[in-house]
Structures are given as structure tokens and as C-alpha cells.
């Protein structure tokens, strides 16, 4: 198996993904923060001090996703066209699901990764005064569409 992210010296490079199609790509991750019954009582009553802990994680993964290139080194500057992030509060704390789309040459399933991580990261800090143990799990790309290696999705065929 070829690394196409190496060189044959074995130094690490970008891609040239120029002679690619533009294709209508999307990618879909997934992640949890585990809260305690009392962050989670927190969140569903409001009462958060920090104020709206899930529109500001929503915000912070949309922003995340969009500078993805900026964070993680071989990852390629893409027109971001959507970024959809669901925050879902459970008794065990707060399911995160995002999805991003664009029309460009290469995937988003970094963008999507990041999405996740920093709306997970940014409703730690909203939380951390009630829940000092609260944690990032799962953070896992679920899905992807387009492009040349076609559809995929987590535990399909």
C-alpha cells in the first residue's frame, strides 16, 4: 500500500489533488461529551453560568469546520458550503452529530472531525464549573459521499 501523503524519502507533503474533479462531497462525524445528571439537569433547565452551552459549541464547530485547513497541517483549504451540527442532549450528556458539504476536489471528513471536536471542546468550557469531570469520546467519522472511492459509511459493506 502507497502513502500518498509521503514522499519516497518518507517526508510528509500535501497531496496535489489538482487534476481532480470537482465533485459534490459530504462527511458525516460523530462524538459524545459525557456529562454528570447534574450538567446534564444544567442544560436542560438553562441554567448553565456560562449562558447557552449548546448554541456557543454549535458556533464553535461551524467556525471550526470552515478553518480546518488552519488546524491540522495536510488537510486542503476547501469551499466549505454547509455545516450542520445537531447537539442532542441525553441522560448520559451531549451527542454531537455534523455534517459538512462542499462541491471541491478533494473530501471533508477532516472538517467534519474537527466540527465535532471543537463543539465537544467548547461545551466542556461551557460546563466545566458544574462538571469538572466531563469527557470527549467517540469522535469518529460515521460517513462520506463522492469523490472517486464513492460512498462509505461506518460498519456498511
Known sequence: MSLNHLRD????HMVDVSA????????????RVALSAVAVAALREGTVPKGDALAVAR???????KRTPDLVP???????????V????????VHITATVRTAD??????E???CVSVAALALVDMVKAVDRE???EGVQVVAKSGGRSGDWARGGP
Not at 458556533?59 to 469546520?65: E, L
Not at 476536489?105 to 477532516?110: D, K
Request: without cysteine.
Open 9 to 12: 524519502d518518507g517526508t510528509a
Open 59 to 65: 458556533i464553535a464547530g461551524i467556525q471550526a469546520a
Open 20 to 31: 481532480k474533479a470537482v465533485t459534490t462531497r459530504s462527511a458525516t462525524a460523530r462524538g
Open 134 to 136: 466531563a469527557s470527549i
Open 86 to 93: 445537531d447537539l442532542r442532549v441525553a441522560d448520559d450528556g
Open 112 to 114: 467534519a472531525l474537527t
Open 105 to 110: 476536489r478533494t473530501g471533508v471528513e477532516m
Open 74 to 84: 495536510l488537510a486542503h483549504p476547501v469551499a466549505v458550503h454547509a455545516v450542520d
